[in-house]
């Protein structure tokens, strides 16, 4: 579990490879939201973020434009890979996990499991 953008790893920033980005504004640090590379000049990367979206300057084609910014690429890490498909039953109590919310990815800790009476289960976690 990553808990910290400090930590991120160098990533070759090839022009259309996907990638993670660390949340740097209030309300998102220490957040890792996907975007594709769209450029690079130096230590910066020029990417479209896959979840958020520009306000108002939509195209004809596309009225959800994704956002565009450069982001210094020490904020960059390479995507991680996909879970085992039985990766949950392996989740207990404590256990650090990444959660997906809102279009991220947020270090949470879980709390309590909650099983339901058709066998599914829940989770709860702290940020």
Excluded: H
């Excluded at 690079?40 to 195209?59: K, P, S």
């Excluded at 020490?74 to 997906?100: C, E, H, Q």
């Excluded at 309590?112 to 289960?121: L, M, V, Y």
């Amino acid at each position: 579990l990553m808990t910290n953008c400090r930590r991120a790893v160098r990533v070759l920033l090839d022009v259309g490879a996907d990638v993670e980005l660390c949340g740097r504004e209030d309300g998102f640090w220490g957040s890792w939201y996907q975007a594709e590379i769209l450029n690079v000049a130096g230590m910066q990367a020029y990417v479209a973020i896959e979840e958020l979206f520009e306000e108002g300057g939509a195209d004809d084609e596309d009225p959800r434009q994704r956002l565009r910014e450069w982001w210094p690429t020490k904020r960059i890490r390479p995507m991680p890979p996909p879970p085992p498909a039985d990766f949950t039953l392996s989740i207990a109590v404590g256990d650090l996990v990444n959660l997906r919310y809102e279009g991220g990815w947020w270090d949470v800790e879980v709390t309590a499991i909650n099983s339901s009476a058709d066998g599914a289960c829940s989770y709860s976690v702290v940020y």
